[in-house]
């Protein structure tokens, strides 16, 4: 996979949603979509796959969206993955207080808007890429360091 292309997980229950969703992102370079007809589906992919960002139905059958993304935000590896809920629920005050106790980020009113929903995810893609970059150059920085002290202890340990 190319370094400048990020997974991103849709979760419904409701197989015509999913390829809606599969059919607008499919407009976006940079993502490499995966699907789950479920939560206990999507909590597998994401115990097995980075995503950088999940957008998920509230309503499925067997675990809902809010389950899902509690126990996602509890996995040690997915922890801090952004969860955008798309959902025809009435989007009231307590709806949307339950979207942030869950630990999603947002949530959009089904039907979607493309265009919103395709800059919600480039954004979520951009800020994950840079967060990959800046812990690549890290990790640099922290090989050239240990190379120059294991360098610097050698010389102070040979005699002048």
Not at 4 to 30: F, M, Q, R, S, W
């Amino acid at each position: 996979m190319s370094e400048d292309v990020v997974n991103i997980l849709a979760v419904d229950d409701a197989p015509g949603c999913l390829l809606v969703l599969e059919y607008v992102l499919a407009k976006l370079d940079t993502v490499r979509f995966f699907g789950a007809s479920s939560g206990e589906e999507a909590i597998a992919l994401a115990e097995k796959h980075e995503f950088a960002a999940i957008l998920a139905d509230v309503a499925m059958q067997g675990m809902g969206g809010f389950e899902m993304a509690r126990r996602i935000a509890d996995h040690k590896d997915a922890k801090g993955t952004p969860v955008i809920f798309i959902s025809a629920q009435l989007h009231d005050h307590d709806y949307i207080a339950q979207v942030y106790r869950s630990g999603a980020v947002d949530s959009m009113l089904k039907p979607i808007e493309p265009d919103v929903l395709k800059s919600k995810v480039s954004i979520f893609a951009n800020i994950f890429l840079e967060r990959k970059r800046l812990k690549r150059a890290i990790y640099q920085q922290l090989e050239m360091k240990n190379r120059f002290l294991s360098q610097v202890s050698h010389e102070l340990r040979t005699p002048l």
